[in-house]
């Protein structure tokens, strides 16, 4: 079992910035290795589907954007750490949402915007963009 932890949240003005880091754990990871594991980030705003935000393979050599988020926000990890981050500059108001971690076994390739692909998941972080 993979438990994942998001923290960075928070309240920031239009233009702004944050970043959000999920740290990975678990009992089984003496056998599955964190570099293993490819992450992705995903939100949901109120009142809509949860929505794929980008995805980083477990060497963090490939990533993968939403068009929606492309340029204003860097997926990255940190293999030594058991961690993945998600950078994000020039935030707007239409980013704010519940923003979660979720992690796979393997690059997610063509299902990498499918939440039901992703095995884990953290309990989400508020992000909120204030005008």
């Known amino acids: 079992q993979v438990q994942l932890i998001e923290s960075g949240g928070g309240l920031v003005q239009v233009g702004g910035s944050l970043r959000l880091s999920c740290a990975a754990s678990?009992?089984?990871?003496?056998?599955?290795?964190?570099?293993?594991?490819?992450m992705g980030w995903f939100r949901q705003a109120p009142g809509k589907e949860r929505e794929f935000v980008a995805t980083?393979?477990?060497?963090?050599?490939?990533?993968s954007y939403a068009d929606s988020v492309k340029g204003r926000l860097t997926i990255s990890r940190d293999n030594a750490k058991n961690t993945v981050y998600l950078q994000m500059n020039n935030l707007k108001p239409e980013d704010t949402a519940l923003y979660f971690c979720?992690?796979?076994?393997?690059?997610?390739?063509?299902?990498?915007?499918?939440?039901?692909?992703?095995?884990?998941w953290g309990q989400g972080i508020q992000v909120t963009v204030s005008s």
């Open positions: 979720a992690a796979r076994s393997g690059w997610a390739g063509s299902l990498k915007e499918i939440p039901s692909s992703y095995d884990h």
């Open positions: 678990g009992r089984t990871f003496s056998i599955i290795t964190f570099s293993s594991l490819g």
């Open positions: 980083i393979s477990g060497d963090g050599i490939s990533t």
